[in-house]
């Protein structure tokens, strides 16, 4: 299947400021690229794209005072099947761990594990190892945090949130990213597009999505608390330890969000014909959050 992809988005500086922005597909998915995910400025800013050390492709812009639009459209080819589900997949053992992987066992930001590690091995540890024990952590979060994005908080960590038992996607991930850790399986975060392929639609105008992925019998599988299905036509554009590392923009100095469209769906072989994706197709929405603040620092 194709899915259309993109963003429309829009900031104001008072002062001029260094800015990044994690909104380009991730690298290993560039090759399902139909059409090319260019992004445009207004007005025009030269940027820079580089690999951070999470290999996501990382955009840098010195942001002029004033307003700057930012825009995508693009169109991406998708299996249209569903996340991989494989109750097989077993833990593999910390010391044959890749070096590579070890980080995902730690504590981070969000990911505040010191606080949880008990609470993990109480319910958990009488589990079946593997993939059966991060199944009955997704299935625990699910069912402990209510989403609400009236009540997305961007300071959110995951112990408070299973404290407060109310998130968003963010929250759903953070939570089940660090039990998964507390319970010496490695986990990442992962956030990208998530539209309403294959399920009911929802009318309400969301946000990119986050999801999550654990290490079992040597690879990197996709789990998602907030719906705790296995979803078609999932983008993966950045991973990291939680959202720290995979924020949609850092401004290194004041910037107000403004504007903030986020598009995503399935279209068919005639559309992809008939149009050059630069803005000619009617919105649609994401299957995600609300909007959350730009991560300032300054």
Not at 110 to 136: N, S
Request: proline fraction near 6%.
């Amino acid at each position: 299947m194709k899915i259309r992809c993109g963003y429309d988005l829009s900031y104001y500086c008072p002062q001029a400021v260094a800015m990044q922005f994690l909104l380009s597909v991730h690298p290993t998915r560039e090759r399902d690229l139909v059409t090319d995910q260019v992004m445009r400025t207004d007005p025009y800013l030269p940027s820079r794209v580089v690999l951070d050390h999470f290999g996501n492709r990382l955009t840098r812009i010195m942001v002029p005072p004033g307003e700057i639009k930012l825009s995508a459209d693009f169109v991406i080819e998708d299996s249209g099947l569903p996340d991989v589900v494989d109750w097989d997949a077993q833990e593999v053992p910390i010391d044959r761990l890749p070096d590579d992987v070890l980080i995902y066992l730690m504590g981070s930001r969000y990911a505040d594990t010191d606080l949880l590690g008990d609470i993990a091995w109480q319910l958990f540890g009488g589990t079946p190892r593997g993939w059966g024990r991060v199944q009955a952590i997704v299935d625990y979060v699910h069912n402990r945090l209510r989403f609400d994005y009236q009540l997305a908080r961007n300071t959110r960590t995951a112990s408070e949130g299973h404290q407060e038992q109310v998130g968003v996607c963010r929250d759903f991930a953070h939570l089940a990213v660090s039990l998964c850790r507390c319970m010496n399986i490695p986990a990442r975060y992962c956030t990208g597009y998530l539209g309403d392929i294959g399920v009911p639609k929802v009318p309400d105008p969301m946000d990119w999505s986050a999801w999550f992925e654990v290490y079992l019998s040597g690879k990197w599988y996709t789990f998602d608390a907030r719906h705790n299905r296995p979803r078609i036509g999932r983008i993966v554009m950045a991973r990291g330890r939680d959202a720290t590392d995979v924020a949609i923009s850092t401004a290194f100095g004041p910037a107000i969000l403004g504007r903030f469209d986020v598009i995503t769906d399935e279209v068919d072989e005639q559309t992809v014909h008939r149009h050059s994706y630069s803005g000619q197709f009617p919105s649609s929405r994401m299957d995600g959050e609300q909007p959350m603040p730009v991560l300032s620092r300054g």
